[in-house]
T-cell receptor, first 112, second 112 residues
Framework: DGGITQSPKYLFRKEGQNVTLSCEQN?????MYWYRQDPGQGLRLIYY???????QKGDIAEGYSVSREKKESFPLTVTSAQKNPTAFYLC???????????FGQGTRLTVV | GESVGLHLPTLSVQEGDNSIINCAYS??????FIWYKQESGKGPQFIID?????DKRQGQRVTVLLNKTVKHLSLQIAATQPGDSAVYFC???????????FGTGTSLTVIP
């Protein structure tokens, strides 16, 4: 079955540690996105990538890094520079143009 | 940047009634709009979309209306059911690339 998969579903991190969230899609989508969602809030764009080996900062990129070495994969690293990393992280992908984005089921990151 | 906002953060309706969720957008050049449904702890799911060359589109029990004159989007859910309880987001695809812009969301509660 085609889809977009995020792992893990839950993740705990100690302060000062970097952590990488996985996002994989087998939909042959060109563009991939990372969003952050805080309780009772909307989605805020962290980074997005329109093609392999290229990505752009979103509205809240500070403290995060990404890579796009393969079309199928767009991992997000939450670095120790991110001051308030506890949140729900959502990955999405879509084709170019006016088509909807498909979302993964999210990773809930908690800093302990 | 663009902004997509919702008029009401919460909405409660009786089971069987119709629901209307509203959304305002700010970029008159945006040409593609989507409604998503997000259940607690899950990723958003696509409900319906509409392109700017249309003013109405219907799906199963859902209708999206687009008023470009006042930059307003609405989602109508007919015969609302308990399973419709969720947060609903509108999203706008900007004219400056492949980015989506999401509103804060409206939490819909269906009262049995």
């Amino acid at each position: 079955d085609g889809g977009i998969t995020q792992s893990p579903k839950y993740l705990f991190r100690k302060e000062g540690q970097n952590v990488t969230l996985s996002c994989e899609q087998n939909l042959n989508h060109d563009a991939m996105y990372w969003y952050r969602q805080d309780p009772g809030q909307g989605l805020r764009l962290i980074y997005y990538s329109q093609i392999v080996n290229d990505f752009q900062k979103g509205d809240i990129a500070e403290g995060y890094s990404v890579s796009r070495e393969k079309k199928e994969s767009f991992p997000l690293t939450v670095t120790s520079a991110q001051k308030n990393p506890t949140a729900f992280y959502l990955c999405a992908s879509c084709f170019w143009g006016n088509t909807e984005a498909f979302f993964g089921q999210g990773t809930r990151l908690t800093v302990v | 940047g663009e902004s997509v906002g919702l008029h009401l953060p919460t909405l409660s309706v009786q089971e069987g009634d119709n629901s209307i969720i509203n959304c305002a957008y700010s970029n008159s050049a945006s040409d593609y709009f989507i409604w998503y449904k997000q259940e607690s702890g899950k990723g958003p799911q696509f409900i319906i979309d509409i392109r700017s060359n249309m003013d109405k589109r219907q799906g199963q029990r859902v209708t999206v209306l687009l008023n470009k004159t006042v930059k307003h989007l609405s989602l109508q859910i007919a015969a609302t059911q308990p399973g419709d309880s969720a947060v609903y987001f509108c999203a706008e695809k900007g004219d400056t690339g492949n980015q989506f812009y999401f509103g804060t969301g409206t939490s819909l509660t269906v009262i049995p």
